[in-house]
């Protein structure tokens, strides 16, 4: 009989490989359909386009970067920018190894967490935070924008759905941000006693703790949400530079700024290898909603940017294989693929 860790290892090769199948599965019915035009796309390939198109992937990037950097900083981590880019780098090159667009966090959680073994948790939840707060402006970004576009969204009984659901999102996330900042509520002792009561229920009042002492730096969270914000720009401002050169300059750009953040939220479900193929069919129906007609302007502006991510992403891969080299003490097979976080 196989051993359980085998099981589980072989459980986990099977589960991915179904994940790229169906990731392939959907690029194919795209491309088959004339839903995902690559011809199209050669309009791309000109020096200018290129650079432009890089530049913006880069802002979003290192924006992104100096976030995260603030994140650690306030938990009294600190690493050189470099070393942020870095690992942030390599978190992009995983999230096309690990299915979804959220792999490479786990990533990243390791690694980190190796570099700080006495503050372990507190380094790990700088890399959820950080995607809390990725996720928190691309919300925010997207109900602003919904609200000053209001009648484009009481024309369509699927953005109405779409803008009252992310709307909770928001009120979620409110009340999180209540819980944690507010030490009367996060320090209360029946707030604890309850948790407490929960299955792991101690671990849950850590949890809480640990993420409660972003309070007491509350001035570079405000500046995290600042430069998310900001990153979030440069991505909205990547597609609608796209489209553009794709020849669709009759979508506004206050489309841009709420399809897009709507379309990389479902991108980030762990259905697929960054999101490839799951990206492709959110964005071609998301356009083709608000524009009220086909066009591949959705699929042609994510399959574009997913590849300029993918090269980013082997800039990724190079700097794993040198960490590997430098630190082969941080870097087994079976830490990578199984990271396992202690407190």
Same mark, same amino acid.
């Given at each position: ?14 589960? +991915? ?37 890089? %530049? ?12 995260? +950097? ?19 780098? /390599? ?67 699927? %953005? ?19 819980? /944690? ?31 409660? +002492? ?10 995290? %949400? ?11 401002? %990547? ?60 699929? +042609? ?19 794993? /294989? ?22």
């Amino acid at each position: 009989m196989l051993a359980p860790q085998m099981k589980q290892r072989l459980k986990s090769t099977f589960s +991915s490989l179904l994940k790229f199948l169906f990731s392939a599965l959907i690029i194919y019915w795209l491309v088959t359909t004339g839903k995902l035009d690559f011809s199209a796309m050669q309009q791309l390939l000109s020096f200018q386009t290129l650079a432009v198109c890089v %530049l913006l992937m880069a802002g979003n990037f290192l924006f992104g970067n100096e976030r995260w +950097s603030l994140l650690l900083k306030s938990q009294n981590i600190f690493l050189s920018r470099f070393e942020v880019w870095r690992l942030t780098l /390599i978190g992009v090159f995983f999230n096309f190894v690990v299915p979804g667009g959220v792999g490479g966090d786990v990533i990243k959680g390791y690694y980190i967490a190796q570099a700080n073994p006495t503050h372990r948790l507190a380094s790990v939840l700088t890399v959820a935070m950080d995607r809390l707060i990725g996720l928190f402006t691309m919300v925010f970004m997207a109900v602003a924008v919904m609200i000053w576009d209001w009648e484009l969204v009481t024309q369509h009984n699927e %953005l109405q759905f779409i803008f009252y659901f992310l709307l909770m999102i928001t009120a979620g996330f409110s009340f999180f941000w209540l819980i /944690i900042f507010s030490r009367r509520i996060s320090g209360h002792s029946w707030l604890e006693k309850n948790l407490e009561k929960l299955p792991k229920g101690h671990h849950l009042v850590h949890l809480l703790q640990t993420f409660s +002492s972003y309070a007491k730096r509350k001035d570079l969270f405000f500046k995290s %949400l600042a430069l998310s914000l900001v990153a979030q720009i440069f991505s909205v401002a %990547l597609f609608a530079y796209l489209g553009h050169i794709l020849g669709f300059s009759e979508i506004s750009i206050r489309t841009y700024f709420f399809v897009v953040p709507i379309g990389f939220m479902v991108t980030a479900v762990p259905v697929s290898p960054a999101g490839v193929g799951v990206g492709q069919a959110a964005f071609y129906y998301l356009f083709n909603l608000v524009t009220g007609h086909e066009s591949s302007v959705g699929t +042609s502006t994510i399959t574009a940017t997913q590849i300029l991510q993918f090269a980013f992403g082997l800039i990724g891969a190079w700097c794993y /294989i040198t960490l590997k080299k430098k630190n082969p003490e941080m870097m087994t097979a079976r830490a990578v693929q199984e990271p396992t976080v202690q407190k």
